[in-house]
């Protein structure tokens, strides 16, 4: 295999001197999946924020599709990186058209790709609802369709199933199977780890900011 997407030797965080994150080490190889399962305040959002560069290590280094972590190289990675996170994140004034249109014209991406993504999955005929008008399952197949649009190298999804129904499934193993197809990789996230066994490769358990206790 290649070199690792990504890499987090004794990783730690702190913030206003608690410890969230305690000596992190694990691997994510080309084409691989990877489930973190912990109960609710293990650590697993944050972990996922450090492997998106949105928070740079206290502790430790790491490497996140070959940028450090924690230097500008890794600000230069983040539109690689495809997060969803436990809020889908849309403006609640907007109509879905018009969120998803938006992330097309941050991303460069055209306009079209963007009601195509919204018809992939299934949100044609909603699309000029408001999302505040929306159900929170419409919304997170709102973001979903974001990461199909931009087509990310490492896509990081935080209880990504919750809220969102049966059908809705086959959208996060398009997301999936892209990356593996590609050699990227995916990091998922849930405090259920059954949710997790059928999806992934295998599964590290976070508790208490930590791997494995």
Do not use: F
Request: glycine share 12%; aromatic share 2%; with cysteine.
């Amino acid at each position: 295999m290649g070199d690792a997407v990504v890499d987090l030797q004794e990783v730690g965080y702190v913030v206003a001197g608690v410890t969230v994150l305690t000596s992190i080490t694990l691997q994510l190889e080309p084409g691989e999946v990877l489930g973190v399962a912990g109960p609710n305040g293990a650590g697993k959002t944050t972990l996922l924020s450090v492997v998106a560069t949105l928070l740079a290590p206290t502790t430790g280094s790491g490497t996140v599709l070959g940028a450090t972590l924690g230097t500008p190289g890794a600000k230069a990675v983040r539109p690689r990186i495809g997060l969803s996170g436990h809020d889908p994140g849309l403006y609640a004034d907007l109509t879905l058209s018009e969120n998803i249109r938006l992330w097309a014209r941050l991303a460069g991406v055209p306009e079209s790709a963007a009601d195509d993504t919204l018809a992939r999955v299934g949100l044609a005929g909603a699309a000029d609802r408001r999302a505040e008008r929306c159900s929170n399952g419409m919304q997170r197949r709102v973001d979903l369709a974001r990461l199909l649009m931009l087509e990310p190298s490492l896509l990081l999804l935080d209880e990504a199933q919750a809220g969102l129904d049966n059908s809705s499934e086959p959208i996060i193993d398009a997301l999936i199977d892209r990356c593996r197809a590609t050699g990227g990789g995916a990091i998922l996230v849930s405090h259920d780890a059954s949710r997790l066994a059928t999806r992934t490769d295998r599964v590290e358990t976070l508790v208490d900011g930590a791997l494995g206790r």
